[in-house]
Each structure stands twice: as structure tokens, then as C-alpha cells.
């Protein structure tokens, strides 16, 4: 049989029965757009909170000390504060380090700016004057160590009522009810995490440098304050690996003040921006493939429904069969025309399903508001397991037509 009537009669098979290919073809396209959208979702949420790692912070190396099994939590997970000034100092002194300092986070409950009062747990950060680069500052300038001052991001600046400016004065009231004040001296460009200790998602920040803040307000309970993590930047991103090994000898080393706290309960994690991106990815890849999976179902359904139509309309076209067989069709030209007609519901239901997915992905990512990202390879993924779909679907009936025996087939009523 001439591909093109075979091709014909299925579009003709199609059309006859308009109600019943529809729904059939529902079955796919339902299939299909949820797992484009799903698909969508996750490329776009990823680019979201991953983003790129930035030339400036690939070469920086993350450093905290926690229990081993919290070692593939994420940054900080179990972090301990044992780091001191001395160490950031010893560790700035070596050859593949041009920067050491610490990183800790302030437990904060409210942040006020002209007389408004806005609730913030987390986002006040105390590390040092490297931590944000000079060519992130939109206004401004960075902050002294030792200075009463604060960089914002545009998130939090934005917060108020009244934006903070440079010049301005906020307040910080800690958990324990203390109050630290801040000169604003920079706004940075964007509201993106400047490392992943702050969990790569945009989020209102204020940056202040550890001395006075942190050291001042420790030092009253204890004699030596300690950080909880230190940044260490290489001098060049080719020095990486040297700066992390030449760091963990420091650490390991009896000169280190960290290794006093840490013995042998606290494990020494060092990790880049890239290794930390790394992990994150996996798990939000795990994820997304067991959403995947569960819309997959979804195309199970549908092909379940081309497979049970295609039968049907074997039994409704028994004489038809018959009359074909009777005039010198060949089994192979029956398994095909019914093979064709379910391959054309699939590419059918995977074209829709995939422009129904592509605008679901684009209302979602709106919604949630993330950066829209399209997976392009699984558009032709989607067709490629439309047309799969349909060839699966279709073998038996198409199989169990090709058996029918014209003389039966002709005879039925």
C-alpha cells in the first residue's frame, strides 16, 4: 500500500469519528503538557536559585566546620562557630590566598529606617569588606572594617516606605533585644546572593563588617569571638585547588586556633561556589525527575486510551478489513494503516500537548516569578514519545486486524 493512502484512510478513520479522537488525543496532550511544564518549571527554578557562578566568586573557597554527617546538607548545615580573627589573619598570609575572612550570620528580628519597623530573621550578615566587590556596588562604596557602616541590596533598601539612600541610618534589633546602628554607605546592583552561604536565592540583605559588630557583641559573653565560616579567596582561579589544600593544612595544623574547638567531632568543610552549585543541582535534579515521573503517568493514561480506541475501531471496521483483505491488502499493509492512524493521534497530542505545556511553563514561571527558561531539547522529546506512544499503542490492535480472516470479516454483521 502507497504510504500516502495509507496515510489517507487514517486521517479519514480520524475524522469519522471527531468525538472519539479528540478525547483519545486529550489523553496525550494532558500527558504531554504536564510533563513540558513540569520540565519548564524546574529549568527556569533552577536558573532562578542557581544561576551562574560569577568569574569573581569562582575563585573563592567556602570554608565551615561541622558534624560529618551534616556534610551534604548544604553550606553552613551544622556549622560551628570556631574560626577566629587570628586564623582569617594566618590564613590571608598564605601564598595562594589574597583574602581570608569570616562569614556569620546576625540573628536579627527587625530592621528599622525612619521610623518603619520591618520584621527580618535572617538576611543581616557581619563578614568582611571583600565579601561584596567594588564593581557590585551601584551607590557608594563598600564598608571599613572597624566602621559603623552597612551595604543594602536593592531588595532591602526598597523595603521601606521611603527607599534608603545612601547616608541613611538603620537600626538592627537583635534577637536578645540589642540594638546596632548603621551608617547606609552602599546600595548594591542587584539583590542576588553574593555567595552560597546565602542560599543563592535574590533576598532582602544587610551587609556590616564583622568588627565592630559581631566581635563587639560576642566578646561580652565570651573572651575570643569565633565565626561560624570563613571566605577565602585565591589569588587567581587557576590557584583554587592550592589556596583549599594550603587552607585545610593551616586548619589541621596546630597553629590553628579553629582546631582547638574542633578535635575530632567537627569535620572541616572547604568548597567552591561551583562544587556547592553542584549539589544543590543534584537535588533539585532528583526532584524534578520524580515530578517528571509522576506526570509521565499522565501519558500512560493517554496511550492505555489510544490502544483501547484503536481495538474498538478494529471491531467497527471488521468488514472493512475483510473487504481489504479481499481485493490483495497484505497483513503488513493492515498493521500499518492502524500503526499510521495511532502514530497520527500521537503526533497530534504531542504537538498540542507541547504548545499547552510551553504556555503553562510561562504562566508559571510568571506567577511564581522566576526567569523563564525552555528546556528546548524536550519539545522534540515530546514529539519523539508522542510518536511512541502511538506506535506502542497501536501494535496489538494493530496485530489483531492483520489476523482478522476476510471471509469472517465479511460476514460480519
Not at 54 to 64: C, F, L
Amino acid at each position: 500500500m502507497n504510504p500516502l493512502t495509507g496515510f489517507r484512510m487514517s486521517w479519514r478513520a480520524i475524522r469519522s469519528h471527531k468525538l472519539r479522537s479528540t478525547l483519545t488525543t486529550l489523553g496525550v496532550v494532558i500527558g504531554v503538557a504536564a510533563v513540558i511544564t513540569f520540565v519548564t518549571l524546574g529549568a527556569s527554578l533552577q536558573a532562578g536559585i542557581i544561576g551562574e557562578v560569577s568569574p569573581d566568586d569562582q575563585r573563592n573557597v567556602y570554608a565551615w566546620a561541622a558534624p560529618e554527617n551534616s556534610s551534604n546538607q548544604g553550606p553552613l548545615s551544622g556549622a560551628q562557630p570556631v574560626f577566629t580573627e587570628r586564623d582569617t589573619a594566618e590564613l590571608e598570609k598564605l601564598e595562594a590566598v589574597s583574602a581570608a575572612y569570616g562569614y556569620t550570620p546576625l540573628p536579627a528580628q527587625t530592621v528599622n529606617h525612619d521610623g518603619q519597623r520591618i520584621p527580618r530573621q535572617d538576611g543581616v550578615v557581619a563578614t568582611g569588606t571583600e565579601y561584596v566587590d567594588e564593581d557590585e556596588i551601584a551607590e557608594g562604596r563598600r564598608f571599613e572594617m572597624g566602621a559603623r557602616e552597612a551595604v543594602l541590596n536593592p531588595a532591602m533598601a526598597g523595603a521601606f516606605e521611603e527607599n534608603v539612600t545612601v547616608g541613611d541610618n538603620i537600626t538592627v534589633t537583635l534577637l536578645g533585644g540589642q540594638q546596632i546602628e548603621a551608617t547606609v554607605v552602599g546600595i548594591t546592583k542587584t539583590s542576588d546572593s553574593r555567595s552560597p552561604f546565602e542560599g543563592f536565592n535574590p533576598s532582602p540583605r544587610v551587609y556590616v563588617p564583622i568588627n565592630p559588630y559581631y566581635t563587639e557583641l560576642v566578646s561580652q559573653a565570651v573572651e575570643t569571638p569565633r565565626f561560624s565560616a570563613v571566605v577565602v579567596e585565591a589569588t587567581g582561579v587557576g590557584q583554587v585547588e592550592t589556596a583549599k589544600e594550603q587552607v585545610r593544612g593551616y586548619l589541621d595544623s596546630d597553629q590553628s586556633d579553629a582546631e582547638e574547638l574542633a578535635g575530632d567531632e567537627l569535620t572541616y568543610q572547604l568548597q567552591t561556589s561551583t562544587e556547592l552549585l553542584g549539589q544543590l543541582e543534584a537535588i533539585l535534579g532528583q526532584l524534578q525527575a520524580f515530578v517528571i515521573g509522576i506526570a509521565a503517568l499522565s501519558l500512560l493514561v493517554g496511550s492505555i486510551g489510544i490502544a483501547n480506541i484503536m481495538l474498538v475501531s478494529v471491531t467497527e471496521r471488521t468488514r472493512e478489513i475483510g473487504i481489504m483483505k479481499a481485493v490483495g491488502a497484505q497483513k503488513r499493509d493492515i498493521i500499518a494503516l492502524f500503526i499510521t492512524e495511532a502514530v497520527v493521534i500521537g503526533i497530534i497530542g504531542s504537538v498540542l500537548g507541547t504548545l499547552l505545556g510551553l504556555a503553562a511553563g510561562y504562566l508559571g514561571a510568571q506567577y511564581i516569578d522566576i526567569p523563564l527558561t525552555y528546556p528546548v531539547e524536550w519539545f522534540g522529546i515530546a514529539v519523539g514519545v508522542g510518536i511512541l506512544v502511538g506506535v506502542l499503542a497501536g501494535l496489538y490492535p494493530a496485530w489483531s486486524a492483520a489476523r482478522t480472516d476476510p471471509i469472517d470479516a465479511l460476514r460480519y454483521e
